[in-house]
C-alpha cells in the first residue's frame, strides 16, 4: 500500500513538473511539426510525382506521431538526471520506499506525459485528409503506451548510469537519430538493403511507426499496403511489449544497482 | 526515561585504499544535541550515510531507534529526518508541494499532514510562504524548509549534515535558534556535523573526529578543561628571555609560537596581575583567553580545523568520499 502511494507520488511530480515547463510543451511540440513540413513540402512534392502511391505527408503522419512519442519519453527520462545533479534524488533515495517503485514511478511519469502529449498531433489529422474514429483512436493509444514504456524504460537504464545531464543528452542524440531513421518513419523499410533490415528490427521505434501507420491508413489498397506496411498489428504488438519488458527490467536493475 | 536512541559500535567504511570511518563507536541518548566535529574529509558524512541507511558500513554495527541500519532500513528510514549539506528541494514545486510529496512517500496519513504542515511551517517561519515556488527562496530559507520536511513524518532522530554551511552569519544564528525550539518544543534528538567550531559549542555534547577516527568525545566545557587552562599570550622585543624567566620564577613552561610566547595557565585571571608584578622583563602586549574547541581540536590533532587550513591528505581523503 505504501509503495503503490509512492508510486502514484512520483508519478504525480513529473506530471506537476512538465505542466509547469512551457517552454518544453512547446519545443516538443513544434520538432514533429517542423519534421512533417519540412520534410512532407520538400521531399513529397518530388515523390508525389513518381508512384509513391500515397501522398508523402500522409505516409509520414503517424510516423511523426511515434517518433514524438519517442522523442518525449526519452527526454522525460532525463528527470532522474536532473534529480541527482540537484540533489533531489537523495531525498527520494532515503525515504521508505523500495528502488523499484522509484523505478516504476518514474516510468509511469515519462509513458503519462509521452503518450498524452502525442495526443495533441492527432488535432492534425482532418488537415491531411485522414478521418479518425474513436477506434482508431483507441488503437493508437495502446501503441503509443507500449512505445513509451520501451522506451522510458531504455532512458531510465541510461540515466541511472549518468551523472551530468550533459553526457545524458549526449548519449540521448547519438541514440535517437540513428533510431528515427531506422524506424521506417521517413521512408518504407520494405525494399531497403538487408543490413538495414536487420538493424530495424532491434528498434522499437520501427515496431511502433509500423503499428500507427497500419491503424491511421487502414483502407489501403492490397498492392500498397504490402508496399508500405511491415508485420502484422500482432506481431508488433509482441515485439514492442518483450522490448517494454526487457526495457523495464534492466531500468530497475540498473537503477538499483547505482543507488 | 532517556535511553540510547542510536547506538554505534566498531563501525567502519572503506572506500579503496582509504579507511572513512575507522572503527568508531559512541551512543547518543534521547533529548540529546550530538555533535561531529572534524575537518572536511574527516568522515562526518560517511557516518551520517551509514547511520541513515543509505551506505553499507564494511564492518561494525549500528541501531537507530532499536533498528538495525543494515537489516531494518526502513524502519531506520522512518525513524529519522535528514537535512544534507547541499539542498535537496525540488525548486520546481512549492514549498508545500514539497512537503506533500515528503509525507506522501513517509506514508504519513493526509489529515495528518493538513495538521502538522502549519505546525513545521510556523516552527520555521515559512507558512506565509507555504504556496511559493522553492526556486523563489534564499540560501537560509531553503535550509530552513528543508528542516521542515524533515520534521513532516516525526522522525525521532534529526540528521543535520553541516545544516548552517555556505550561510551569512546572521542566517546561522537564526538557525540554530530554530533547532534548539526543536529539542526544547519536540524533545527532538538531534545529530549534526559541523565544522564550525563555535557552532559545536551548542551541542550537549560532541565526538571529535579526524581521519575517520573519534579522537575525543565529551561536553565542549569538559573537552575544552583537557587543554589545560586558560592561555596567555604575549609580545616582547626578547621573547627568549621572557621565556626563561617565567620559567624560573613561575616553575611554567612557556612556548614560543608565531612571534609570540604562550602560556597555559590554570587561573589566568588571577595570573596576570601576579605576573606582571614579579616579571622584570618589558612586555609590549598581552592577550589572555579561554580555551576554545580549537585550542582542543589543536591539541588533539595537532592542527587547525578550519578549511583553509586542511591539510593535503584531508582533502583529498574528501575527494575520494565524494566519489562515492
Redesign the interface.
Given at each position: 500500500m505504501n509503495e503503490l502511494r509512492a508510486i502514484y507520488t512520483i508519478w504525480r511530480r513529473e506530471g506537476i513538473r512538465y505542466i509547469r515547463d512551457k517552454a518544453r510543451i512547446f519545443s516538443t511540440l513544434l520538432q514533429p511539426l517542423m519534421f512533417l513540413v519540412i520534410f512532407g513540402a520538400g521531399l513529397g512534392g518530388t515523390l508525389n510525382q513518381g508512384n509513391f502511391g500515397i501522398d508523402f505527408m500522409k505516409f509520414m503522419y503517424p510516423g511523426i506521431i511515434a517518433m514524438n512519442v519517442m522523442g518525449i519519453a526519452f527526454f522525460s527520462t532525463v528527470s532522474t538526471v536532473w534529480d541527482r545533479e540537484f540533489g533531489f534524488l537523495k531525498e527520494i533515495l532515503v525515504a521508505p520506499i523500495s528502488r523499484t517503485s522509484i523505478v516504476i514511478g518514474k516510468i509511469l511519469g515519462a509513458v503519462t506525459v509521452a503518450s498524452t502529449q502525442a495526443w495533441l498531433l492527432l488535432v492534425l489529422a482532418p488537415f491531411m485528409g485522414i478521418s479518425l474514429h474513436i477506434f482508431i483512436v483507441v488503437k493508437l493509444f495502446l501503441f503509443m503506451v507500449l512505445l513509451a514504456f520501451a522506451i522510458s524504460g531504455m532512458g531510465l537504464f541510461i540515466a541511472s548510469r549518468m551523472k551530468t545531464t550533459e553526457s545524458f543528452g549526449i548519449i540521448m542524440q547519438v541514440l535517437i537519430f540513428p533510431m528515427f531513421f531506422l524506424s521506417g518513419a521517413f521512408f518504407p523499410l520494405t525494399n531497403v538493403p538487408l543490413w538495414m533490415t536487420i538493424l530495424s528490427r532491434f528498434n522499437p521505434l520501427t515496431y511502433g511507426v509500423d503499428a500507427m501507420r497500419q491503424i491511421i491508413l487502414n483502407g489501403l489498397p492490397a498492392e500498397l499496403a504490402q508496399k508500405l506496411f511491415l508485420y502484422p498489428i500482432e506481431i508488433n504488438i509482441l515485439a514492442l511489449s518483450a522490448f517494454s519488458v526487457f526495457m523495464v527490467l534492466i531500468a530497475t536493475l540498473a537503477f538499483n544497482k547505482r543507488n | 526515561m532517556d535511553y540510547n536512541i542510536i547506538e554505534v559500535k566498531n563501525l567502519t567504511k572503506k572506500f579503496g585504499q582509504l579507511t572513512a570511518v575507522d572503527n568508531i563507536s559512541f551512543v547518543v541518548s534521547k533529548g540529546e544535541i550530538f555533535g561531529f566535529l572534524g575537518p572536511n574529509g574527516a568522515g562526518k558524512s560517511t557516518t551520517i550515510s551509514m547511520l541513515?541507511?543509505?551506505l553499507k558500513p564494511d564492518s561494525g554495527q549500528a541501531a537507530i531507534n532499536g533498528f538495525d541500519v543494515n537489516k531494518e532500513?526502513?524502519?531506520v528510514?522512518?525513524s529519522i529526518g535528514?537535512v544534507?549539506q547541499?539542498?535537496?528541494?525540488?525548486?520546481?514545486?512549492t514549498a508545500e508541494?514539497n512537503l506533500y510529496?515528503?509525507a506522501?512517500?513517509?506514508?504519513v496519513d493526509k489529515k495528518v499532514f493538513r495538521e502538522r504542515l502549519p505546525e513545521v511551517l510556523r516552527l520555521v517561519d515559512l507558512w506565509d510562504r507555504r504556496g511559493h515556488i522553492v526556486k523563489t527562496f534564499s540560501g537560509g530559507m531553503k535550509r530552513r524548509l528543508e528542516i521542515a520536511?524533515g520534521l513532516i513524518h516525526y522522525p525521532k532522530v534529526m540528521f543535520l549534515d553541516e545544516p548552517t554551511i555556505g550561510l551569512d552569519p546572521q542566517t546561522r544564528f537564526n538557525i540554530w535558534e530554530y533547532i534548539l525550539k526543536l529539542k526544547k518544543e519536540k524533545d527532538m534528538t538531534i545529530f549534526m556535523t559541523t565544522h564550525y567550531l563555535n557552532e559545536a559549542e551548542y551541542c550537549d555534547r560532541i565526538a571529535i573526529i579526524d581521519q575517520g577516527k573519534i579522537v575525543a568525545l565529551d561536553t565542549p566545557a569538559n573537552l575544552k578543561k583537557m587543554v589545560g587552562g586558560d592561555i596567555i599570550t604575549m609580545a616582547a622585543a626578547n621573547l627568549e628571555k621572557l621565556r626563561r624567566e617565567i620559567e624560573n620564577k613561575f616553575g611554567l613552561a612557556a612556548k614560543i609560537q608565531d612571534d609570540k610566547l604562550k602560556l597555559e595557565v590554570s587561573d589566568g585571571d588571577k595570573f596576570l596581575p601576579k605576573l606582571f608584578n614579579e616579571l622584570e622583563e618589558k612586555i609590549e602586549s598581552v592577550e589572555l583567553r579561554k580555551p576554545t574547541l580549537d585550542d582542543v581540536f589543536l591539541n588533539l590533532t595537532g592542527k587547525k580545523i578550519r578549511e583553509e587550513d586542511a591539510s593535503a591528505k584531508d582533502l583529498m581523503r574528501q575527494r575520494m568520499a565524494m566519489r562515492h
Open positions: - | 541513515a541507511a543509505l532500513r526502513n524502519q528510514r522512518k535528514l544534507f547541499d539542498s535537496s528541494l525540488d525548486d520546481k514545486l508541494e510529496f515528503h506522501d512517500l513517509y506514508g520536511r
